[in-house]
């Protein structure tokens, strides 16, 4: 991992001062305190999903999707803060993404709201147990949308051929793998997958809407998950759309957590 990032000072408010992060203080004592006591009474019932195991496999999956996800669009200047993974982006709607589990968005919201970028600019990607929860905690931010991050493992993917008259083409760089699907030479499907070692990472599966429900999506998944399989990875990761996670659930891939996107407000006075 690239480091060239320097820890920012904290030179803003400190995260005590802040108060819209302040409720997610609160929330955090409450909810584990909830968890524990749920766990007291339901001790012979099944696992619950936040549970230890799952909250680490979440961080694990989150941290190979982040990095997938930046490779497949070619970030490279990322570093962990405060177990908080800092991305560069440096676009000029997006210059930083912030991205965590629940449990660190607190640090999260504080580096967004105490960095130097222009209002707008600093993301959050937060790996939240309930969206809903996290969205209402994140009041300074604005939300832009709920995605989810699924996973599959590789070797139970179905094959499925792209439909006649289409033809799907394959190019690849070292770590990424483009696919593109095209109907008498114009393009009307696309998509991505990074690979870095035994993780893939699903990106910018895209149909034209004049192509769509034609099974092209399905053809693109299965090409890059061949194309994976073939450079031995062995488990896909992706944030899904609300479209997105129909075409996937039928492809056999499973929900880890739901993925807060939220950006600082543009009439935050900073
Ligand atoms: C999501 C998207 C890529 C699907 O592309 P597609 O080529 O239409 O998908 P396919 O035809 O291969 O769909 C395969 C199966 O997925 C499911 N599916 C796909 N899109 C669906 C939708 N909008 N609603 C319900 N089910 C859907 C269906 O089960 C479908 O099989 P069926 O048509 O036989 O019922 C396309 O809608 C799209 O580009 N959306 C906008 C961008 C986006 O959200 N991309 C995903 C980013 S994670």
Redesign the pocket.
Known sequence: MKSSMKPRARSGPSARSLSPVGPLWVLMVLSQSTRRRRHIRRKSLPREPSSLFDMCMHDEALNRWQRGWSASRGWTDFQCIDDVTVVRIGEPERRVEYVATEQHATAAAHLALTDCNPPGTSWLTIAAGAADRVAADLRPFEIVRT?WLMTVRLADQVS?PVPPPYSLELSATPSVVEAQVYEYGEI??T?RMAILHTGAV????????A???????????TALGHAARCRSATTAY??????????????GWTTLTPLVVARTSLTSSR
């Open positions: 995605e499925y009307a499907a998509g699903a990106d910018m599966i895209q149909t034209d809407p192509h769509r429900r034609r099974g092209l999506a399905r053809a693109v998944m992706l944030a899904a759309s609300p479209d997105g996670r129909r075409l996937y659930k039928c492809l």
